[in-house]
């Protein structure tokens, strides 16, 4: 495969055989899949082919009902959300999920808080650990929300809560960035902020990153790989260009009527 | 000072400072304003009750999670010193006896609870608590032999606290210095020191975290929060606090029982001043506790006036009849819900708030 002889390397994360059941319906469709450092990945696939819910599996918010997840080879599936962000899976959410009530700046200096290990100070307050703050507002002026800062979360507009989930994102500092549909809901003109900040992530060359997206044009620009689910099963894996032009991938893309966006 | 003193965490409103320094002071010379031992019994009950509430309002308020045993944390504390002080006699060795071990009770019990139904919804954990704390208190008047059953325990504090002893001769402002001013003081600067922590607690980088976790814990866990760990650690603080404010009120009564320490009239209270002061601020906690055992002891004699002044009006002093005063007191938290849903800190921040740049 062409992704394989750009990085030879160990797969940062990989799906073994991964399953998951809601009672008959089966989501996620014993879906096996290796991701390298310095790649990125588009998922694609129509609505309710099980993207989302591979996204979740990987980064601990559902368990599988089989199969396993690896992180550098080390089996993870065991482990919660929680204890997976710390070893480096970062994970921004597509319905956006903040703390409403509390300010822009503290939903970023939170994350910052916990990727320090401060959870746990009792002792001090937190309004003396400058360090944190500054290293928030410095992940709020990538996003361009500085001004907003002081606002609650709940108070922004749809497009500025996508930049602030992608701001909690990138103040994980994970090794593997799992994005689900980052610009989905934004307004033209604030795209290619959104845009720029991956091709920035990408650039820095030992990042994995994960793209769940349904916008084509987003996805040609930035993929190095596309992942086709369709109905819970993995049935495309490849190069690009390659993939997009697959009988399977047009015939998945027509039967769900968006064959427009392909 | 001050600011590291309050955590940072400023009353941020003129109005609050304001009431909040009439009642710290009014406490704090409760013993030379007021006269007559009913007076400063009421100082002294908004003392503890301010302690007890505000440990309440980091479950409730801070961390979102609702629990019904925090009376039962209140009673192991009054009942482990009472214990201590009937079994090993009036010695401050059996008070320490008596409130370490109640705290580590208090601890076994809240970490057992919590681990056991925190990982689950909240709902839960609110059964769980309630049906352990009806378990509690019915063993305790059950062990008779043991607890004094619904009688209770009358027992002798060290010679220091008892009201017959005087430490001088002499009196100041008229007041004579025996073991109940003692006892009094031991009472304010404990629950101005727990407050004081408390304060901390609410705003050290933990407190973050449990307001992020009320907020969505779903996404704390994504940061990499361990939400199980964050919300048994904040139920075993309430707990532990909670027991140390039962042991302050056992030393100011000199008996314990289980109506006046674990009936479920108690937790009512401490619902109503929570939400009463404000959910999610400690401050709540003092101004709610003061306005709600202020109304709770005289309100009854407020409206023997009013209606003796009514008297010959038929049916307003049959309104203002003395004994309908719980009904008064209904009828005031439903309009301070309707008006302040917030509390009365948060209505009382609110106007500020938006004129003042907010920190985060």
């Known amino acids: ?262 | 000072m001050l600011r590291t003193l309050l955590s940072g965490d400023l009353p941020r409103s003129r109005m609050l400072s304001a009431t909040l320094l009439v009642v710290f002071i009014g406490l704090a010379l409760a013993p030379f304003v007021v006269s007559g031992a009913r007076s400063l019994n009421v100082a002294a009950t908004i003392c503890v009750f301010v302690v007890l509430v505000a440990s309440y309002d980091l479950l409730l308020g801070y961390t979102g999670v609702v629990s019904f045993a925090h009376t039962m944390f209140y009673g192991i504390g009054a009942y482990g010193v009472g214990l201590a002080l009937t079994g090993m006699g009036p010695s401050w060795t059996a008070i320490a006896v008596g409130t370490v071990g109640a705290l580590l009770v208090s601890l076994v019990l809240a970490l057992v609870i919590g681990l056991f139904s925190l990982r689950v919804r909240a709902i839960f954990y609110a059964m769980i608590t309630l049906a352990v704390a009806s378990a509690f208190a019915v063993l305790a008047s059950q062990l008779s032999d043991f607890t004094g059953g619904e009688d209770g325990l009358t027992f002798k504090v060290p010679e220091l606290l008892q009201p017959s002893f005087h430490l001088l001769e002499a009196t100041i402002m008229g007041r004579a210095i025996d073991g109940k001013l003692i006892t009094y003081y031991l009472l304010f600067f404990s629950a101005l020191g727990l407050f004081l922590f408390m304060l901390r607690i609410v705003n050290s980088p933990f407190g973050r975290v449990l307001q992020a976790i009320r907020e969505n814990d779903f996404r704390a866990e994504a940061l990499g929060y361990r939400t199980v760990i964050y919300r048994t650690l904040a139920n075993c603080l309430s707990a532990l606090i909670a027991t140390l404010a039962g042991v302050l009120m056992a030393l100011w009564l000199r008996y314990v029982g289980p109506k006046t320490m674990l009936s479920f009239e108690i937790m009512t209270d401490i619902l109503l001043i929570v939400v009463i002061g404000g959910m999610g601020t400690i401050y709540g906690a003092l101004i709610g506790s003061a306005l709600f055992i202020l109304a709770q002891n005289y309100l009854q004699v407020l409206m023997g006036q009013t209606s003796a002044a009514l008297s010959g009006v038929p049916f307003l002093a049959n309104l203002f009849h003395p004994d309908r005063w719980l009904l008064w007191l209904g009828v005031l938290f439903v309009l301070s819900v309707y008006f302040f849903p917030t509390g009365i800190v948060g209505k009382l921040r609110a106007g500020t708030l938006a004129k003042v740049d907010r920190r985060p």
């Open chain 1, 1 to 262: 495969m062409s992704n394989e002889a750009r990085s030879g390397e160990v797969p940062v994360l990989s799906t073994h055989g991964l399953t998951i059941r809601f009672g008959g319906h089966v989501a996620v469709n014993n879906v096996s899949c290796e991701f390298r450092p310095g790649t990125l990945t588009a998922i694609v696939g129509p609505n309710g082919a099980g993207k989302t819910t591979y996204f979740n599996l990987m980064s601990g918010q559902l368990p599988p009902s089989s199969g396993t997840v690896r992180l550098y080879g080390e089996d993870i599936t065991h482990l919660g959300a929680p204890q997976r962000t710390k070893r480096g899976i970062g994970r921004a959410f597509q319905l956006t999920n903040l703390f409403p009530n509390l300010t822009v700046l503290e939903n970023v200096r939170l994350t910052v808080q916990s990727r320090a290990g401060m959870g746990l100070n009792m002792v001090s307050m937190w309004a003396s650990h400058i360090e944190l703050i500054e290293k928030a507002e410095h992940f709020l002026h990538l996003v361009a929300l500085t001004e907003r800062r002081h606002e609650n979360a709940a108070a922004l507009s749809h497009g500025d809560k996508r930049k602030l989930e992608i701001a909690i994102l990138l103040a994980l500092e994970p090794d593997i960035f799992m994005f689900d549909e980052p610009t989905a809901g934004m307004s033209v003109d604030e795209v290619p902020v959104v845009l720029d900040l991956i091709q920035h992530i990408k650039a820095m060359g030992d990042k994995t990153i994960l793209l769940v997206e349904h916008k084509m044009d987003v996805v040609r620009s930035l993929a190095d790989r596309i992942v086709v689910l369709h109905n819970g099963y993995l049935v495309a894996d490849g190069d690009p260009t390659e993939v997009m032009n697959s009988p399977i991938v047009q015939e998945a893309y027509l039967g769900a009527g968006v064959a427009d966006h392909v």
